[in-house]
């Protein structure tokens, strides 16, 4: 019985695909260095977060007299020495802890009077995965925003510790709320807040009046965003390695500081820097670009070893801008985004937002901007999600047949010819300069170019690298049920685990499985049901075969399920498509008879392959000079 052999091409192809996923695994990895020092951060955050809230409202404590009897002259007293002219806010009504709450129908802003700053942000419409409404600021616990600025008389000052006076009116259907930190009635620093309907961006806008003899034009005024990203997914792990900083400089370039901890020192002419959280992003926008910026991001939940339960935020995040004054005063129009990381949504502001969204680089991104999103998108407008995912999966694969067509076509010119360059091997056996020569004037004569099988593979890896991009970004499945998987966008469960297995998880998956026994099934057809005798210098391919779907197991257990049902449903399309290649299509004996005659037919050779001869017989005459 005739022995069937594995097809080495259609194995690199595959192996191309598989080593861009363990590449892209690779790059997300924390380093032993950071793993063993998530613990302690986790513990350092906590600690400096009490730490920095003690130093920072010293003097504000000192001054709570004034607070509660602004008639104290004492307490005015105290609060001059230490607050200089800003003493005035002080004084004022408003010098209390008591915010202010615009909303529209999908956001919900509570305004703190100390500070100014945004220190609730609800988005209405979302729940969390355990059906907790969305804050991407809660109760002012996990982000600051300040001003730090020096005063003529040596001061200096934060805005975070300082008290703003409140007004809200309407600009026709816009709530507009403005936060004064006054010297006086017609001097001040003002933060204005303009909220449209049904609208995430918010008109931000900074701006003083009358503070040119207040401000030390001589030092510099530095703006601080800090926050961290509150946990909103089932997995913190893969939430995590979805959120990061991102920004954009030099009018429409933008980076990302990426998955491990990072200091980025200073960046030119920054127009917006966004801190995402896969499906949730907050963007703080300017019209006038920031001439220099530092960010940092701290890794809180990357660690395989800690306990996703106790996982309450997944990044720390922070940017530091200087302002510059004009005229000494400042002035800057700003907007602030808390959203969804949706691409449409994104999209719609023209500000090249839609970065934000990790839809790949090059042509994998133009891929899934131009093509996957919308036709997902109109094929969800009336499909149960589930059911687009899998109608998606069929017509890639019906486009992309042909090229299966291609490299099985390959496969059985290459098994028509083995019998000849088995022999071609045995009778050189001993000179591998000859074997080559021999076996590349088979091809030559047989017209079967050997590299046919493994290109139709590279030809799919832009599609198949857009995908891996475009189903764990779609917003569109975050919640969205399939059959035993309850969150498209998270993995799917059918078995809790009582133990954690390192790089698998806690659970188990179903859809990763089934789609290994796909890739198992493709790998067994592909090549052959047992195994030829390895050759020397050659990749063992048993190995490889249960290798790669066990590596896909492990991978996918904690990926989006869509994503593995996408590759599951993939797989069996494809182990189809080649079953009726193989037994409808393609005739073995036809494949056979036409290669008898193109051997037959006279080959003309071109100057390439008639240089490439002439130094093939060179490189073996030295040989046998050598030898003698």
């Given at each position: ?40 951060k ?46 005035y ?17 999908v ?123 509150i946990r ?28 491990s ?70 002035n800057?129009?700003m ?10 949504i ?86 591998a300069?000859k074997?080559?020569?021999?076996t ?8 079967v ?54 790089f ?28 030829q ?6 990749p ?12 896909m ?36 004996d ?9 051997k ?5 050779q071109?100057?390439f ?8 017989e ?11």
């Amino acid at each position: 019985m005739e022995e069937k052999k594995f097809d080495l091409n259609s194995i690199i192809g595959f192996a191309l695909i598989f080593g861009i996923i363990v590449w892209m695994f690779y790059l997300n990895q924390p380093t032993p260095e950071e793993i063993e020092a998530e613990k302690a951060k986790k513990e350092q955050v906590e600690s400096e977060g009490k730490t920095e809230k003690e130093n920072t409202t010293d003097f504000v404590k000192e001054n709570e007299a004034i607070v509660a009897n602004p008639q104290d002259s004492v307490a005015l007293s105290n609060a001059k020495s230490q607050l200089g002219a800003f003493a005035y806010s002080a004084s004022l009504p408003s010098a209390t802890d008591k915010f202010t709450k615009i909303e529209n129908d999908v956001l919900s802003l509570k305004i703190n009077n100390r500070g100014g700053y945004i220190t609730e942000a609800l988005l209405k419409n979302f729940k969390t995965y355990d059906s907790v409404p969305v804050y991407l600021i809660k109760e002012g616990k996990n982000a600051s925003f300040n001003i730090n600025f020096g005063t003529t008389d040596n001061r200096i000052l934060n805005t975070k510790d300082l008290f703003f006076e409140p007004s809200v009116s309407k600009n026709g259907d816009n709530t507009v709320l403005s936060m004064k930190l006054k010297v006086s009635d017609s001097k001040f620093l003002e933060y204005r807040y303009e909220l449209k309907p049904n609208e995430y961006m918010v008109d931000f806008t900074i701006r003083s009046q009358g503070l040119q003899q207040v401000f030390n034009s001589s030092q510099t005024v530095n703006l601080d965003w800090k926050l961290q990203g509150i946990r909103h997914a089932k997995s913190a792990s893969y939430e995590n390695r979805y959120t990061e900083v991102l920004y954009e400089y030099d009018g429409d370039k933008d980076d990302y500081l990426g998955q491990s901890e990072f200091t980025d020192d200073e960046e030119q002419n920054v127009s917006w820097i966004a801190f995402k959280q896969h499906f949730f992003t907050s963007v703080l926008l300017t019209d006038v670009p920031f001439k220099k910026a530092a960010f940092t991001s701290k890794n809180i939940a990357s660690s395989t070893d800690l306990d996703d339960k106790d996982i309450k935020v997944t990044k720390e995040f922070s940017a530091s801008m200087p302002l510059e004054l004009q005229g000494g005063e400042l002035n800057y129009a700003m907007d602030w985004y808390y959203g969804p990381t949706d691409y449409k949504i994104l999209n719609t502001y023209k500000r090249n937002l839609d970065e934000i969204v990790p839809l790949g680089w090059g042509i994998f991104g133009i891929i899934n901007r131009y093509l996957f999103i919308p036709f997902f998108g109109f094929l969800s407008g009336f499909l149960p999600y589930g059911i687009a995912i899998i109608v998606m999966t069929i017509i890639v694969r019906i486009i992309l047949s042909p090229v299966t067509y291609k490299s099985y076509l390959s496969q059985a010119k290459m098994k028509v010819l083995r019998p000849e360059i088995t022999e071609i091997n045995e009778k050189h056996k001993d000179n591998a300069m000859k074997r080559q020569q021999e076996t590349m004037a088979l091809y030559g004569k047989a017209g079967v170019n050997p590299m046919s099988g493994c290109l139709p593979a590279v030809m799919q890896i832009p599609v198949f690298y857009a995908l891996f991009n475009f189903f764990p970004s779609a917003f569109q499945l975050r919640q969205k049920s399939f059959l035993w998987a309850d969150d498209l966008s998270s993995y799917d469960t059918i078995a809790e685990l009582p133990f954690t297995i390192p790089f698998y998880g806690d659970h188990i998956s179903l859809f990763p499985i089934l789609a290994s026994i796909a890739i198992f099934i493709y790998m067994m057809m592909t090549t052959g049901q047992t195994m030829q005798t390895q050759q020397p210098g050659m990749p063992n391919m048993k190995f490889i075969m249960y290798l790669s779907p066990l590596m896909m197991l492990f991978f996918f257990n904690n990926y989006a399920s869509g994503l593995s049902l996408y590759y599951f449903i993939s797989n069996l399309i494809t182990i189809g498509i080649m079953l009726v290649i193989k037994n409808v299509i393609i005739d073995e004996d036809k494949i056979h008879s036409k290669i008898q005659e193109n051997k037959k037919k006279p080959k003309k050779q071109g100057k390439f392959q008639k240089k490439m001869k002439e130094l093939m017989e060179q490189a073996e005459q030295q040989q046998k000079t050598k030898k003698k």
